[in-house]
């Protein structure tokens, strides 16, 4: 089955640790995207890349850091100079083709520091 | 810049009644639309999209049109049930980047 998979689902990290989280989808889709969700906030960009070894910030990258070294994989990791990393995490991904930018997105990854 | 304003919940209806959740938005040009439903505690699913004006998308008797001249893209559905009980976003997407989402709102049916 296609789709996209995060790992892993709960993640507990000691303040000041960095982590990575990962995020992999098997449908061929070039751009992925990295969102931050807290309650009564929405959704927010944290970064994204139209294509392997290019990536952008979005809108609250500080403290964030990723790669895309392959097409398949976009992992994220949360470092020690994110002032508040506890949130659930979720990586999407869009196909190039076509003109509607729908995006998929994967089971998310809540992260705890404590 | 580009936003997306969707109504506040909590929304709170027993089972069979009429929903509507309303999304407004701003943007330049013609962005493509989007309602996405989240149930607890997993990712987003998309529900439906409409990509030009007075487009309505549909899936699992929820409907919504794209109103150009008011900017909005409301959810509703004719007759909810407990299992539609999630949290529901607005979004729009312009130029194939990021989209924009709302703030959610959390729809809870009652049986």
């Known amino acids: 089955d296609g789709g996209i998979t995060q790992s892993p689902k709960y993640l507990f990290r000691k303040e000041g640790q960095n982590v990575t989280l990962s995020c992999e989808q098997n449908?061929?889709?070039?751009?992925m995207y990295w969102y931050r969700q807290d309650p009564g906030q929405g959704l927010r960009l944290i970064y994204y890349s139209q294509i392997v070894n290019d990536f952008q910030k979005g809108d609250i990258a500080e403290g964030y850091s990723v790669s895309r070294e392959k097409k398949e994989s976009f992992p994220l990791t949360v470092t020690s100079a994110q002032k508040n990393p506890t949130a659930f995490y979720l990586c999407a991904s869009r196909s190039s083709g076509g003109s509607s930018y729908e995006q998929y997105f994967g089971p998310g990854t809540r992260l705890t520091v404590t | 810049g580009n936003s997306v304003t969707q109504m506040e919940g909590p929304v709170t209806l027993s089972e069979e009644a009429f929903l509507t959740i309303n999304c407004t938005y701003t943007?330049?040009?013609?962005?493509?639309l989007f309602w996405y439903v989240q149930y607890p505690g997993e990712g987003l699913q998309l529900l439906l999209k409409?990509?030009?004006?007075?487009d309505k998308g549909s899936n699992k008797g929820f409907e919504a049109t794209y109103r150009k001249e008011t900017t909005s893209f409301h959810l509703e559905k004719g007759s909810v049930q407990v299992s539609d009980s999630a949290v529901y976003f607005c979004a729009l997407n312009q130029a194939g980047t990021a989209l924009i989402f709302g703030k959610g709102t959390t729809l809870s049916v009652s049986s």
């Open positions: 409409a990509t030009k004006a007075d």
């Open positions: 943007a330049t040009g013609y962005p493509s």
């Open positions: 449908l061929n889709h070039d751009a």
